[in-house]
């Protein structure tokens, strides 16, 4: 239940929504393109307020203000502003 309340936390969505996901029946890739889409879903640009980048861009938004939110299995990281 943990994690599941993280990957909800993660994905700004409720325990409620994800459970009306067969998640079991979903192949690792099948859900990793399923959160790459919800979390990119407001676009790439800096304006995002949460966005996916990879690891070795971290450092980089880190120094400019963002803090971490999570790191996903395919080496990319979730970031958010804090402005």
Same mark, same amino acid.
């Not at 879903?41 to 880190?62: F, P």
């Given at each position: 239940?943990? #994690?599941? $309340?993280?990957?909800?936390?993660?994905?700004?969505?409720?325990?409620?929504?994800?459970?009306?996901?067969?998640?079991?029946?979903?192949?690792? @890739?099948?859900?990793? @393109?399923?959160?790459?889409?919800?979390?990119?879903? !407001?676009? !790439? $640009?800096?304006?995002?307020?949460?966005?996916?980048?990879?690891?070795?861009?971290? $450092? #980089? =938004?880190?120094?400019?203000?963002? @803090? =971490?939110?999570?790191?996903?299995? $395919?080496? !990319?990281?979730?970031?958010?502003? #804090?402005?």
């Amino acid at each position: 239940m943990m #994690k599941c $309340n993280k990957l909800c936390c993660v994905l700004g969505s409720s325990v409620r929504a994800l459970d009306k996901m067969d998640l079991a029946s979903l192949g690792d @890739e099948e859900l990793q @393109e399923i959160v790459r889409k919800r979390l990119l879903r !407001t676009g !790439t $640009n800096d304006s995002a307020k949460e966005k996916a980048v990879s690891v070795s861009e971290v $450092n #980089k =938004y880190l120094a400019q203000g963002w @803090e =971490y939110v999570a790191s996903l299995p $395919n080496k !990319t990281v979730i970031i958010r502003s #804090k402005k």
